[in-house]
């Protein structure tokens, strides 16, 4: 039997979301950004390859993300709660609204010491082991303290928590690309979580705490202004995006200074890079490569026009490596975001009513990780050629990375 090559771009879409790839997607997607604008994408949809088109349609509220649930998950046997991620206006906004009342910027920056300490604590074990797996060792507990802390989820139930959100984590990802393991894995773990955080909202109802729990259970209190499935699906996503992305920050972070150490160096004699550099590393290695959209109205993309109905997978991943969008864009420089005029912003984080809620945390645990690292770190060596990668594609990271670390480890 002879088999036949398929056409570089086809075989450029399918190794763009390969297990194989999951380490370097990019030359995949340098490719479909050479091929154009759109390619056809997988389910009948288009991929947006380059810059300006994905910052388009994500800023183009008639593109919407509702019909994400039935696209990924059409086999689905159970209701993932109804998070705002997958809804439009008017309920988005009202749900966003209550969210971003109780999430302000001051209650995230009030966070920073607990981050430092944190980080202190969980750097001097990794220094004094050694030898460590920084996934395990840093990159999970950090943003998984933060958020339950955040949200007023007691220290013993940490690690159910990071078990549930893991395997609705990577229930995400397709339907198809799941095993039959995976699936059950998921439909036990949106389960277990329903009825955590429903007897969870239901003990901070009769004894309120400062926490966000609360402040989101007393909106949704009424019934009116959020629903038990809303606030149910306000806390998964609060839980699952808040914490599962995080991780991959800080992982592709710390591999992105172990490939370079000039400009690890570089962030050890100037630490007030560490702000700027984490804007590097969300545009040179993000956590969450794409998203999708359907078009609720007839909508044109670069002289194609779409139905409406018709989807398209938003490559932010491709975005922020692109050409004529970044200078140098397969470089790390982590001086690139404190240069003025600014560079453009990266995509990482969304954009337009989908913007990530949670950008500012996210920030601040990765930027007190980098200031750490340049003040204690005297040596990070990595001990595998290529770390392993998580099978996730929607969030996209590693599942260890082993490295000997030296410095000061008290
Ligand atoms: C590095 C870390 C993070 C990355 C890369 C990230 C990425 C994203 C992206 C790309 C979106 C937009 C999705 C779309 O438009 O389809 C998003 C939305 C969202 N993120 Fe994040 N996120 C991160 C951290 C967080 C944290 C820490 C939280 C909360 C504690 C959070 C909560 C959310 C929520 C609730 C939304 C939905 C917003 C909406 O639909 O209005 N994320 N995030």
Redesign the pocket.
């Known amino acids: 039997m002879t088999e036949t090559a398929l056409d570089p771009v086809t075989q450029a879409v399918i190794d763009s979301f390969a297990p194989a790839s999951r380490h370097d997607p990019y030359p995949a997607y340098a490719v479909l950004r050479a091929a154009g604008p759109l390619v056809p994408g997988p389910l009948g949809t288009r991929i947006v390859t380059r810059y300006a088109e994905c910052d388009a349609v ?1 800023a183009d509220p008639a593109w919407s ?1 509702a019909e ?1 649930p039935d696209l990924l998950h059409p086999d689905s046997d159970v209701e993932l709660p109804g ?3 997958w ?1 439009e206006p008017p309920d ?1 906004t009202r749900v ?1 609204g209550l ?1 971003s009342a109780a999430f302000t910027p001051r209650r995230i920056e009030a966070m920073r010491p607990h981050a430092e300490r944190i980080v202190d604590g969980l750097l001097s074990a990794a220094l004094a082991e050694g030898e460590t797996d920084l996934i395990e060792s840093l990159a999970y507990p950090l ?1 998984l303290t933060m ?1 339950c802390d ?1 949200l007023g989820v007691p220290a013993a139930a940490h690690a159910d928590v990071r078990r549930m959100s893991a395997g609705i984590a990577r229930g995400l990802d397709l339907d198809a690309l799941l095993s039959p393991d995976e699936l059950a894995a998921r439909t036990t773990a949106v389960h277990d979580f329903t009825a955590f955080f429903g007897d969870l909202v239901a003990q901070r109802r009769a004894d309120p705490r400062d926490d966000l729990i609360t402040a989101l259970a007393r909106a949704g209190a009424d019934g009116e202004t959020m629903s038990p499935q809303e606030l149910l699906g306000t806390l998964l ?2 839980v699952v ?3 599962e ?2 991780v ?2 800080i992982g592709n972070g710390l591999l992105a200074l172990l490939h370079r150490p000039d400009q690890l160096d570089l962030l050890r004699r100037n630490p007030d890079l560490a702000l700027p550099a984490v804007d590097e590393v ?1 545009r040179y290695d ?3 490569h794409f ?2 959209r359907t078009a609720h109205a007839e909508l044109t993309i670069a002289g194609t026009t779409f139905a409406p109905g018709e989807a398209v997978i938003v490559l ?1 991943g491709s975005a922020n490596r692109d050409p004529d969008a970044f200078a140098n864009p397969a470089a790390l420089d982590i001086t690139r975001y404190a240069a003025r005029p600014r560079p453009r912003r990266h995509l ?12 500012a ?2 920030r601040l645990e ?1 930027q007190t990780v980098l200031q750490a690292v340049a003040a204690r770190v005297t040596s990070i060596e990595l001990l595998v050629d290529r770390p392993p990668y998580r099978p996730n594609l929607v969030v996209r990271g590693m599942s260890a990375l082993p490295v000997r670390l030296r410095g000061a480890s008290a």
């Not at 990482?348 to 950008?359: E, V």
């Open positions: 994500l993300h994400e998070s705002f991620l809804m988005h966003r969210v943003p958020v955040l996503i609060l995006a808040g914490h992305t995080t991959n920050l969300l993000p956590p969450v998203t999708t932010m990482a984080f969304g954009l337009g009513l989908h913007y990530c809620i949670g950008a945390l996210a990765m």
